[in-house]
């Protein structure tokens, strides 16, 4: 059984990001993380969209297929079914502390917000910041409307880390994956876990390489 402290949550919902959810949990993997996964049904539908994905459907099988496609350890993913309520993340007595949903739809965001409870992913959410652990949210919608908005700003309020999907270009990115992982990099800096994916501001060849405007 893995400690607490090396236990979270991941979960995808429906927004368009897949590619940094699969980067996310390699990243989380080879940290030695246990990584309790929860995928809703429009995910997997992104995946298969922008990934070309088609992941088992059953939740003991695709725990096994993810262990074995990213070399992880027997158990070191654990998949949940939707409504799955005894599970570990539905309660704050097994919850692991830290969760992310990456990416994050306005529609969980929304049910997150008003507490709605009605899926796995949302309830998860909700012990998570009763329990006042860390929750993270990488929502990715443009342009984003007052609704959103309003929603965003009363869980920021509540302690939730907001990290839109919006990577940065100062490190020179050469391509997609570099985009994708000032993301994932991004979000294990404030899970605390160290990364090398992105070389920090200051640090480095290319950073000392640029001036600030005159």
């Not at 940290?31 to 298969?48: D, N, P, T, Y």
């Not at 570099?178 to 294990?188: E, S």
Request: with cysteine; hydrophobic share 45%; glycine share 8%.
């Amino acid at each position: 059984m893995y400690p607490r402290e090396q236990q979270i949550t991941l979960a995808l919902s429906g927004a368009s990001g897949a590619p940094y959810a699969l980067a996310l949990l390699r990243q989380l993997l080879a940290a030695g993380m246990q990584v309790h996964l929860l995928v809703s049904s429009a995910a997997r539908v992104v995946l298969a969209t922008e990934q070309g994905e088609q992941w088992p459907a059953k939740p003991e099988q695709l725990s096994a297929y993810l262990c074995e496609r990213y070399g992880a350890a027997p158990g070191q993913v654990r998949a949940y079914g939707k409504e799955e309520w005894f599970s570990p993340v539905a309660s704050g007595s097994g919850a692991p502390r830290r969760m992310v949903i990456c990416p994050c739809s306005m529609g969980t965001v929304a049910s997150i917000a008003s507490g709605a409870s009605e899926n796995l992913i949302e309830r998860a959410a909700d012990v998570v910041i009763k329990e006042k652990g860390q929750l993270i949210l990488v929502p990715r919608e443009s342009p984003l409307s007052e609704i959103h908005l309003e929603n965003l700003l009363k869980l920021a309020r509540m302690g939730v880390t907001i990290m839109p999907a919006a990577p940065g270009f100062y490190h020179q990115p050469e391509g997609i994956e570099d985009l994708v992982d000032f993301m994932v990099a991004r979000i294990l800096d404030h899970l605390g876990l160290d990364q090398d994916l992105v070389v920090r501001w200051g640090y480095g060849q290319k950073n000392q390489s640029l001036k600030p405007d005159s």
